[in-house]
């Protein structure tokens, strides 16, 4: 059975950093590609960050590239998500995502078979 469990989340004032963290089990964790997506009250469950299995290569939504950095350990099957310089707009429940089959970098929600219960961020401003 396929788990992914996030940590970190919390409240933090605007310009601060948190780190998350999401612990991975039962899947081939060092040949999936891992991603993390927020959703906003309200809104859409959008993309953030996602890493390939090797860490070589990573993709960032353009509102927190520069700020945000996506990495993993393979012999923790972890991945986490450094978040520095946080904005009120950043204010989300973050989910980390797994696919393990494709070793494609995608997007999009649907690419993805395992998602964890998602963790608060909440930036006050």
């Known amino acids: 059975q396929v788990q992914l469990v996030e940590s970190g989340g919390g409240l933090v004032q605007a310009g601060g950093s948190l780190r998350l963290s999401c612990a991975a089990s039962?899947?081939?964790?060092?040949?999936?590609?891992m991603a993390w997506f927020r959703q906003a009250p309200g809104k859409e469950r959008e993309f953030v960050a996602v890493i390939n299995w090797s860490s070589r290569v990573t993709s960032y939504a353009a509102s927190v590239k520069g700020r945000f950095t996506i990495s993993r350990d393979n012999g923790k099957n972890t991945v986490y998500l450094q978040m520095n310089s946080l904005r009120s707009e950043d204010t989300a429940v973050y989910f980390c995502a797994a696919d393990q089959d494709s070793g494609v970098l995608r997007t999009i929600k649907s690419a993805y078979d395992y998602w964890g219960q998602g963790t608060q961020v909440t930036v006050s401003s």
């Open positions: 039962g899947l081939t964790f060092s040949r999936s590609v």
